[in-house]
């Protein structure tokens, strides 16, 4: 159980000497408090507003605002020296927004908007000169001043997993993320007032960018656990060995890593059109009658660069069973169009409301609306979207072992990692890794039905008592309940037989799968039990990124509040909420 320092890796000798030295020798663990530079985040905030009264029926005003943030975190383990890595986040926005009101009379009103908005951030990890690798050369890894990108590259990321694993992250294995923001907007309303009736007509259209480039693990990480220190036929292989010793030996059971994801510009838009009106039907009863018409642009790329898994299409590097790559664009491989998801032009949202006073101290209120939002392929501010569907356009390095650590899945990290492949535009490209995965009606917006019934009631004292039921329902909200690559579970008779190779079948030493009509899915195919019985087995796992709108909610509640207001020197408000709230 003692690795001598003549079997250390020369490489994981040069790591040893860069991690600080306990503050606490005398304790196995919590044997460092921290260390490095204190985190500093300051913030520096402005805004000024201009009115101008043009004329009686005129007035204009203006608001420009910045925001500028610097946020520094931890991006491994908070200790000194270059392997524990601090992270420096700016992100600086400024917004402008234009109002212009007119009125035609004093029953006529129209309102005019515009908005602006810019916001940069970047994450850039490890951007002190103390973190930059100018002393250890990993092979296969930009050293010194070698990096892509012109700039010195990281540390690496050096984790450790295990029953026993030590609870530190040393180096970085990422390198950063740029992300520029930019969005407008123009509305416009009329208010006109007519007899019983207040109606309100308008409008509005906003238009979204995202770019987006990032290079979030171009330095590499290297996993060491107990595995491969132990023993792969012993009884207590799961739990012996230690992930340390696999580190002074220099043997990483897993290893990954990502090129720079390319430059990608995301767009989309959203308009609507709406007409409200209130109506004074009687002395007591007021009623209110709308509706609401929202049409989605859904996300497009500005260069076609998204490439998802698409269950129709054939794989030609598994034998052509169904499920590969496809690409969006016009191209003689991809799927011809640019905007790949459906347009909906049926989201019409009504409103209908009543107010009815039974008395002058008593008022009936009751409403319904449905409310369509952002979701699926209309959103884009989010990882679910920007930080995938990129996998023909990123060389995505992925070493881990086959059969659960029996076998090292990478090595010494003294060999060189070898050289990235990028996948290119077949539909096996990505066969072995987790594509990303959309569908073409992943555009249909998610929508609320609101509904609500109360009373309010004037008590003595000037206490306005109100109880109300509320209640809403959401339909097709985005989760992460579909998983396109799940096994069926009759297969979870097969017990541990799962984990054996599929080799097994051609042995027979794997007779309930043998049984159940386990076959190897394609020529060529390689891996487990587990693997084969997949519906697509050519792909790890099937990523639905919480954009799969099958979400379901319902929230009921009754609503109680009682209210004074200012008054002989006392006010006072008072509220209590029962509800329930399912969601799947």
């Given amino acids: 159980n003692v690795i001598a320092m003549g079997d250390f890796s020369p490489i994981s000798a040069q790591v040893l000497a860069l991690i600080p030295p306990a503050q606490a020798p005398n304790q196995e663990s919590n044997n460092y408090l921290g260390g490095g530079q204190p985190l500093s985040s300051p913030d520096h905030d402005w805004d000024y507003k201009i009115d101008y009264l043009m004329s009686t029926n005129n007035r204009f005003s203006f ?272 799927v011809g169009r640019h905007r790949y998801f459906d347009m909906h032009y049926h989201n019409f949202a009504p409103r209908l409301g009543f107010a009815y006073s039974l008395n002058d101290k008593t008022v009936l209120r009751s409403g319904f609306a449905i409310i369509y939002t952002n979701g699926g392929a209309n959103y884009i501010f989010g990882p679910e979207i920007t930080n995938s569907f990129n996998a023909a356009y990123v060389a995505n390095q992925v070493y881990q072992t086959p059969d659960g650590g029996k076998t090292i899945g990478y090595g010494s990290w003294e060999n060189p990692f070898p050289a990235p492949v990028f996948p290119g535009t077949d539909s096996g490209a990505v066969n072995g890794l987790t594509p990303d995965y959309f569908g073409r009606d992943l555009s249909r917006a998610p929508y609320m039905e609101n509904w609500t019934f109360g009373v309010q009631r004037e008590l003595p004292g000037k206490v306005l008592l109100t109880a109300s039921y509320v209640g809403n329902r959401g339909i097709r909200l985005d989760s992460a309940l579909l998983n396109l690559n799940q096994s069926d579970p009759k297969y979870l008779a097969l017990g541990s037989e799962l984990t054996d190779n599929v080799t097994c079948l051609s042995a027979g030493t794997c007779p309930n799968s043998i049984a159940a009509g386990v076959k190897i899915p394609y020529a060529g195919f390689t891996g487990l039990i587990d693997q084969a019985i997949r519906p697509y087995p050519q792909y790890l796992g099937i990523n639905s990124n919480n954009l799969a709108e099958d979400g379901y909610s319902t929230y009921h509640a009754l609503q109680i509040s009682a209210q004074r207001r200012f008054a002989s020197g006392l006010q006072f408000l008072v509220s209590y909420t029962d509800s329930k709230q399912l969601g799947d």
């Avoid at 929202?294 to 590097?317: G, K, W, Y």
């Fill in 63 to 334: 608001n420009q605002s910045r925001a500028d943030k610097y946020q520094a975190r931890w991006v491994g383990s908070p200790i000194g020296g270059p392997l524990g890595t601090m992270g420096a986040e700016p992100v600086i926005g400024d917004f402008w927004v234009f109002n212009f009101n007119h009125t035609f009379s004093p029953t006529l009103v129209n309102s005019f908007g515009s908005s602006f908005d810019l916001i940069d951030q970047v994450q850039d990890w490890g951007n002190a000169p103390q973190y930059i690798n100018t002393k250890i050369d990993f092979p296969g890894i930009a050293f010194g001043n070698n990096f892509p990108s012109g700039n010195a590259p990281r540390y690496p990321g050096i984790n450790f997993s295990g029953p026993i694993a030590p609870d530190a992250f040393l180096g970085m294995g990422q390198w950063g993320l740029h992300t520029r923001f930019l969005g407008y907007a123009f509305n416009d309303s009329v208010l006109w007032t007519k007899g019983r009736h207040t109606l309100t007509i308008g409008g509005d259209f906003r238009r979204t960018q995202e770019n987006n480039g990032q290079c979030t693990n171009c330095v590499g990480n290297f996993y060491f656990d107990n595995y491969t220190t132990s023993n792969p036929t012993g009884a207590n292989f799961l739990t012996a060995g230690h992930p340390f010793a696999s580190f002074l030996l220099g043997m990483a059971d897993n290893a990954s890593r990502s090129s720079a994801d390319p430059w990608r510009g995301f767009r989309t838009a959203y308009s609507t059109l709406y007409v409200q009106d209130d109506i004074k039907w009687t002395r007591k009863l007021t009623v209110n009658v709308g509706l609401r018409w929202d049409l989605f642009f859904p996300l497009t790329e500005i260069h076609d660069r998204l490439a998802f898994f698409d269950p129709n299409v054939s794989n030609d590097q598994a034998g052509g069973i169904p499920g590969g790559l496809a690409f969006v664009g016009t191209c003689s491989y991809c």
